[in-house]
C-alpha cells in the first residue's frame, strides 16, 4: 500500500512537472515541432460547431481547422470550449486557435489577437412565427435570450430598448435549448444558426438583423509569427475558393469578399 | 507572464452586492419550501401507508442519485414539453426545494427515529391526541437534534444555488460570469466571487448558531 | 445535419459516462491521498498544522464546487501549467474531495475510544505503533460505508466539470440535446444513467453501512458519527 501510494504521488507530480515545461518560445514553430494544434471549438453551436450523427466534431469551424492544420502539417486536436471560456482558454494557454464563431471587438483585441475575417455573418433576431417582432423597440417587456458574453449578448445589451428582458446563457446549446422549450420569447443569435434552426423547426423564422458580426480566429497576444502565418493561410484559402465552399456547405451562402485589416 | 488585476472586477462592486443578495433569498426561499416538503416527506417514509412510503422512498432516491444541475435542466428545459412552463427563478426554486426536500427528508426521518418509543406511548397514555403527539412529543424535539444538520443544508443549498447560472438566473455565479465577460479577467471574477461565498457561509454559520443557543435551551432530550 | 434522438446518441451518452466514472475515480484516489494528509494534520500536535488544515477545510467546504471548478480551472492555466481538461478538472476535485474526506476519516479516527489509546501506549506502543496497529485498521472499518457514499457525491457533482468545457456525461447531452432538439428526452436519459450508476453506489454504501452496524456495539459506536457526517453533508 504505501510503496504505492509513493508511485502515484510521484506519478502526479511528474505528470504536472512534464505537462509545465512546455511552454514555448514561438508559438508557431512550437505547434510545428510538438506536430499536433489545440484548436477550441463549440460544439454546440452549429451550423458552426456541433457533433455530426457519427458523433464526430464537425461545422463550418471545425472543417476551417481542420484545412490550417492541414496547411500547418500538424494534428488536430479539437477542444469543445463554451462561448464564454473562449478568451481564458487561450490566455491560460489551454489553446493555441479558437475558431468559434468568434466576432471580433476592439475590447476583444486587447485581450487577444484576431486574424482576418473568416465568415462576415449578421447577428438576427430569431423567434416563433407567432411572435410580432418588427424592430428591437418591440422586444420590450419580452423575453430575449442570449449567449452570455458573446457579440450577440454585447449587441444587444448595448441596443435593446428599457424594458427587454434578457436572459444570458452559459453557451448557445443552453440558449437555444431555451428557445426550444419557449423559455424566451426570441433569441439573438448569428444568422447561420437561425437559418438552421427555422429550417429544422417552421414555426421559427429570423425578423430582423440586430447587427453585423465580422468572424476571425482568436490566438494569444504577441504570437507574431503565428498571426502571419495564419493570415496568409486564410488569404490562400479564399484564393483557392476552399474558404467559399465551405461557406457554401454550412451557411447556404458564400459571402461576396472579406474585409481584411 | 501572468499578473493580477482587480480593478476592472472590483469597480463592479455593486453587481456583485446585488448578485449577493439574490443569493440569500434564493436560498432561503427554497430552504424553507425544502423544510416543509422535508418534513413531510418524512412522515410518509414513516406513514402506516405503504404506497405513501414506496413514493417517499423513491422520491428520495431519485434526487439524491441524480446531479442537481441535470434536475434544474430537466425542470427548466425538459418540464416545457410537458407543458409546464416556468421562468428562470420560478424553475431554480422548485429545483432547488426538490434537492433540499429530499435530503432534509432524511434528516428529519434520521431525527424522528431518534425519539424513543416509550415517550410517544407515555404521551398517548396521558391522553395526547396522535397530531399532539407528533406535534410535542415527536416533531419539536426530533427538530432540536436535527438542528445543525439543518443548518449546514443550508448551507449547502446556498451553494448550490450556483449551479442555477446556467439556467439565466441572475445569482451571485452568474454575475462573475458576466463580469468576467465584460473585464475578461476570469481568475480575479471567481477569486472575489468565492471571497464573498465565504462570507456569506461564516455570516449564516453564525447566525445559526446563536438561534441555535436560543431556541434549543433545553438539553436535547432526544439524545 | 439535425438527428433524431437514437441508440446511436444513447451510446454516445454512455461512452460520456464513462469519462464520468473516470473523472470521479481520479478525484477519490487524489483526495484520498490528499485527504490524508489533511486528517493527519487535523489530529497532530502542532496547532499551526492543525490550523492550516482547519482552515483548508473551511475555505474549500464554504464555496461552490462551480466557483471552486471555475478557479483551479484557470488557475493552473496561469500557473503556467499546460495541462488536458482531465487533469485540471481532476485537480479542482481532488482539492474538493481532500477536503471532505479529510473530515470523514478525521470523525473515523475519533470514533475509535480514548481506552484503545490509552490501552496501547500502556503496552508501550508509541504514536505510529498505535495509529497502524489499533487505530487504523479499526477506524477504516468505520470510514468505508461514508466514503462509498461521497464517491457518490462525486460522481453526480462531475456534472458541473460540463461548465468548463469536460465532454461528459451532462456536456454530452448537452451536444446531443443540441444536435435533436429533444431536450427532454435526452436529459431523462442523462439523469436515468446518474440513477443507475449512483444508487448501485448508494446501495452497497447502505449495506456496508448496516454489516458494520450488525457487529456489536463497539463498531456501531465507531460507525455512528461519520454516518451522520456523511448525512450531512450529502
Known amino acids: 500500500m504505501r510503496t504505492f501510494l509513493k508511485a502515484a504521488v510521484l506519478g502526479l507530480g511528474l505528470a504536472i512537472v512534464s505537462a509545465g515545461v512546455a511552454s514555448a518560445q514561438n508559438l508557431l514553430d512550437d505547434i510545428i515541432k510538438r506536430g499536433v494544434i489545440n484548436v477550441g471549438v463549440s460544439l454546440g453551436t452549429p451550423p458552426y460547431g456541433l457533433t455530426n450523427s457519427s458523433m464526430e466534431p464537425d461545422g463550418y469551424d471545425v472543417e476551417l481547422a481542420k484545412l490550417i492544420a492541414r496547411d500547418l502539417g500538424v494534428k488536430i486536436n479539437i477542444v469543445d470550449t463554451v462561448a464564454s471560456n473562449r478568451i481564458p482558454n487561450l490566455t491560460s494557454n489551454k489553446l493555441d486557435l479558437v475558431i468559434s464563431s468568434f466576432s471580433i471587438t476592439p475590447e476583444r483585441a486587447k485581450a487577444i489577437a484576431f486574424t482576418n475575417t473568416v465568415y462576415v455573418d449578421q447577428q438576427v433576431l430569431l423567434a416563433p412565427k407567432d411572435n410580432k417582432f418588427a424592430s428591437l423597440a418591440d422586444l420590450k417587456g419580452k423575453k430575449i435570450g442570449v449567449t452570455r458574453s458573446t457579440t450577440n449578448d454585447i449587441a444587444l445589451t448595448k441596443r435593446a430598448v428599457e424594458g427587454t428582458a434578457i436572459q444570458r446563457y452559459d453557451d448557445d446549446a443552453s440558449t437555444s435549448q431555451a428557445l426550444l422549450a419557449g423559455q424566451v420569447d426570441g433569441i439573438v443569435t448569428s444568422g447561420g444558426l437561425a437559418q438552421v434552426f427555422s429550417q429544422k423547426s417552421p414555426n421559427l423564422e429570423t425578423k430582423f438583423p440586430v447587427a453585423s458580426a465580422p468572424m476571425g480566429l482568436g490566438i494569444r497576444r504577441g504570437e507574431h509569427d503565428f498571426l502571419h502565418w495564419l493570415n496568409t493561410d486564410i488569404f490562400m484559402l479564399w484564393t483557392t475558393g476552399e474558404i467559399q465552399a465551405l461557406q457554401k456547405k454550412w451557411m447556404g451562402a458564400a459571402n461576396p469578399e472579406l474585409p481584411r485589416f | 507572464m501572468f499578473y493580477f488585476d482587480f480593478a476592472g472586477t472590483l469597480s463592479r462592486w455593486d453587481v456583485f452586492a446585488h448578485a449577493a443578495a439574490f443569493t440569500v433569498g434564493l436560498s432561503i426561499a427554497s430552504t424553507l419550501l425544502g423544510l416543509l416538503i422535508g418534513v413531510a416527506g418524512a412522515a410518509a417514509r414513516l406513514s402506516r401507508f405503504r404506497a405513501a412510503r414506496a413514493v417517499a422512498f423513491f422520491y428520495v432516491e431519485l434526487i439524491r442519485n441524480t446531479p442537481f444541475l441535470v434536475q434544474a435542466y430537466v425542470v427548466y428545459f425538459g418540464f416545457p414539453s410537458l407543458g409546464l412552463r416556468l421562468n428562470a427563478?420560478?424553475?431554480a426554486v422548485i429545483a432547488l426545494s426538490l434537492y433540499a426536500g429530499a435530503y432534509v427528508t432524511e434528516i428529519v426521518r434520521a431525527g424522528i427515529e431518534s425519539i424513543d418509543k416509550g415517550q410517544v406511548e407515555?404521551?398517548?397514555?396521558?391522553?395526547?391526541?396522535?397530531t399532539q403527539t407528533f406535534r410535542h412529543v415527536v416533531l419539536k424535539p426530533a427538530l432540536a437534534s436535527v438542528y445543525p444538520a439543518l443548518t449546514s443544508q443550508f448551507i449547502l443549498i446556498m451553494l448550490a444555488s450556483s449551479v442555477v447560472s446556467t439556467i439565466s438566473v441572475p445569482e451571485l455565479t452568474g454575475a462573475a460570469n458576466d463580469i468576467q465577460g465584460l473585464t475578461f479577467r476570469s481568475l480575479e471574477a471567481f477569486l472575489v466571487v468565492a471571497a464573498l461565498y465565504l462570507v456569506l457561509t461564516a455570516a449564516f454559520k453564525g447566525v445559526f448558531s446563536a438561534i441555535g443557543h436560543n431556541a434549543f435551551t433545553f438539553k436535547n432530550a432526544a439524545r | 445535419m439535425f438527428q433524431t434522438f437514437s441508440w446511436h446518441?444513447?451510446?454516445?451518452?454512455?461512452?460520456?459516462?464513462l469519462w464520468t466514472l473516470l473523472l470521479s475515480t481520479v478525484a477519490l484516489f487524489g483526495g484520498a491521498i490528499f485527504g490524508a494528509l489533511l486528517m493527519l494534520a487535523r489530529i497532530s500536535i502542532f496547532p499551526a498544522l492543525r490550523g492550516a488544515a482547519a482552515a483548508y477545510i473551511y475555505v474549500v467546504q464554504g464555496i461552490p464546487l462551480l466557483v471552486l471548478l471555475f478557479i483551479a480551472y484557470f488557475g493552473v492555466a496561469f500557473a503556467g501549467f499546460d495541462v488536458p481538461p482531465l487533469v485540471s478538472a481532476g485537480v479542482a476535485f481532488t482539492l474538493y474531495a481532500a477536503a471532505f474526506l479529510g473530515e470523514i476519516w478525521r470523525g473515523s479516527i475519533e470514533s475509535v475510544g480514548k481506552g484503545q489509546w490509552e490501552g496501547a501506549a500502556a503496552l508501550g506502543l508509541d504514536w505510529p505503533g498505535t495509529m497502524r496497529h489499533v487505530v487504523v485498521p479499526q477506524a477504516i472499518?468505520?470510514?468505508?460505508?461514508?466514503?462509498?457514499g461521497f464517491f457518490v457525491q462525486l460522481v453526480k457533482n462531475t456534472a458541473l466539470s460540463s461548465v468548463i468545457g469536460f465532454v461528459e456525461l451532462t456536456r454530452a447531452g448537452q451536444i446531443v440535446a443540441n444536435a435533436t432538439f429533444q431536450p427532454l428526452s435526452v436529459y431523462l436519459t442523462v439523469g436515468a444513467m446518474y440513477f443507475v450508476i449512483c444508487s448501485c453506489l448508494s446501495y452497497l454504501s447502505r449495506r456496508l453501512d448496516e454489516r458494520m452496524r450488525g457487529q456489536g456495539t463497539r463498531a456501531k459506536a465507531a460507525?455512528?458519527?461519520?454516518?451522520?457526517?456523511a448525512a450531512a453533508i450529502q
Open chain 2, 89 to 91: 427563478i420560478t424553475a
Open chain 3, 141 to 148: 472499518r468505520a470510514a468505508i460505508p461514508p466514503t462509498v
Open chain 2, 122 to 130: 407515555a404521551a398517548r397514555a396521558l391522553g395526547l391526541s396522535p
Open chain 3, 223 to 229: 460507525t455512528a458519527q461519520p454516518a451522520a457526517l
Open chain 3, 9 to 17: 446518441h444513447v451510446g454516445f451518452l454512455a461512452q460520456a459516462g
